[in-house]
């Protein structure tokens, strides 16, 4: 099994990319050490490359793959975006106040967004993709799967919310999905 690092200290995050990639003879792990970057790009490739860049420091692999998502609101100018997990302090919050902003919004057309990077242990970028899950906001949650701002985001391909999909379906169709993919095609030919 070949290993990669996930630039990430989130468990749930590394278990999501594993299944996602459980057909393929590679295992993502956490970074070893301390893992604490900073974000300040004004984009989701370049927020995935920060992290990557800080997990290559002390990896153990030769490679290390990064991601950053989030969701966009065609309505919002693209909103919450880069700030997705920061548009208020909770989960439960953060979903409030996007209906909130919402509530007068005919155009209810979003699409989830996530980045990809892989850099070598010196930190050089080998391959980045960014990939889409095209859908919209509901008009209340609905579902009780996945995280953050699926119980309120209608899948179009799915015609279903994306917290009313199991984990496997999630992990079929999602951006992330999309993107891992992309990764795993080009880890095909290169490691
Ligand atoms: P991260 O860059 O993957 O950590 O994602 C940043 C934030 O975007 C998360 O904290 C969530 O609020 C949101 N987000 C990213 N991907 C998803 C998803 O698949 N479902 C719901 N929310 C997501």
Known sequence: MYQITLATSNKHKVDEINLIAKDYDVEFVLPVGEFDPVEDSDNFIGNAYCKAKCASLNASTDYVLADDSGLCVQALKGAPGIYSARYAKSADERIKKLLFN???????NAEFVCAMVVVNKKGEI?????????????????????????????VKSENKGMAELTDLEKSKISHRAKALNCVLNWLKENK
């Open 126 to 154: 080998l391959f980045k993709t960014e990939q889409t899950c095209e859908g919209s906001i509901m008009y209340e949650p609905k579902g009780k799967g996945g995280f953050g701002y699926d119980p309120i985001f209608f």
């Open 102 to 108: 919402m509530k007068d919004k005919k155009d209810r």
